[in-house]
């Protein structure tokens, strides 16, 4: 028996699934119910442009790109090759405030959509988010080189190719006391399903840790809490996952203290609720690895190819 799945957005919708009877059998109840407008194959939805090509899906947003590379007032400006400078640190009080921080504001939220189908800025956009309730002068250049970057990178997305595999793996990293102001760690993980690359997040821890294996195990915390999320809804999909999700990650402490049944009282200072990976992995959901090609290399493509180099750019 096959299965339908609808993503509703207000009065957009998107109908889906394996049993092509089923979908049918929807829409009709659906026309019968509400006045709707069959579109045919889906190929745009809410500022996603979807292509689909004969070995894949390609997700992108060339338009949204363009638009707001025109609302930035850049489009006759020079392209850069990377969306931020290279060790660079924003900090809250350096330079004058902006006088009226609404383009500020309004720009910064556009990349923040854009970043559903853009990887390779998230790290750049959390970076500038950060400074919204009192943007400075400087802040605002970051966001001008965010764009610059996307005006040489317009067409970049997501590929999700065919026959790709259903297994599940995930890599998680964490820059420690990386943030200047609060020197609280970021945190960054990405998931793969075969080669496509699905899921990603980067954000800033809510505590100071006191050491760099705490801020990695808060960061394969994360990742792991978004494991089993996946896990469950590939199960709800049909497609249960028959072996653990490989999670990797870069620092050998954090990785003892969660495949070590024996808690040492020298790991007691991590809070309870983080030894959920612990238990995941008691429980066989995921497996550890310790991956030290996860180096902090400039990302300058979205492909699965550049794995290290993505998690880096998400955490660092």
């Not at 096959?2 to 207000?10: A, C, D, E, Q, S």
């Not at 966001?143 to 997305?157: C, D, E, H, N, Q």
């Not at 595999?165 to 998680?172: E, G, H, P, T």
């Not at 793969?192 to 954000?203: E, M, P, R, V």
Request: overall charge neutral; hydrophobic content about 40%.
């Amino acid at each position: 028996m096959g299965i339908v799945v609808l993503l509703v957005y207000v009065d957009d919708i998107v109908i889906t699934g394996s049993d092509l009877e089923a979908i049918s059998a929807v829409q009709t109840l659906l026309h019968s119910t509400f006045h709707m407008k069959d579109l045919g194959q889906l190929t745009y939805f809410l500022g996603l442009e979807v292509h689909h090509q004969p070995h894949g899906l390609f997700l992108l947003q060339n338009k949204y790109s363009q638009d707001l590379v025109q609302l930035a007032g850049l489009t006759n400006t020079t392209s850069v090759d990377t969306p931020m400078e290279l060790n660079v640190k924003y900090r809250r009080d350096d330079g004058e405030l902006l006088a009226d921080p609404t383009t500020y504001r309004k720009l910064v939220g556009s990349l923040i959509y854009l970043t559903i189908t853009r990887p390779d800025i998230s790290y750049a956009v959390h970076t500038v988010s950060k400074f919204m309730q009192a943007p400075r002068h400087h802040h605002l250049s970051a966001v001008r080189r965010i764009i610059r970057y996307i005006l040489g990178t317009p067409s970049r997305g997501l590929f999700f190719p065919t026959g790709s595999s259903l297994q599940l793996q995930a890599y998680s990293d964490a820059d420690w006391a990386g943030c200047p102001d609060t020197r609280r760690s970021t945190t960054g993980w990405c998931m793969f399903l075969g080669d496509a690359f699905i899921s990603w997040k980067c954000k800033k821890q809510d505590h100071v840790s006191k050491s760099s294996t705490k801020a990695e195990y808060r960061a394969m915390s994360a990742a792991c809490s978004e494991i089993i999320w996946l896990r469950g809804l590939l199960t709800e999909l049909g497609f249960s996952p028959l072996h653990p999700t490989p999670l990797h990650a870069d620092n050998t402490s954090a990785i003892q203290i969660a495949a070590n049944p024996v808690c040492h009282e020298r790991t007691k200072h991590i809070e309870v609720d983080f030894h959920s990976i612990r238990e995941a992995y008691d429980h066989q959901v995921i497996t550890l690895h310790m991956s030290p090609l996860l180096c902090r290399l400039p990302i300058s493509s979205p492909n699965p190819c550049h794995v290290s180099a993505i998690i880096s750019s998400l955490a660092n």
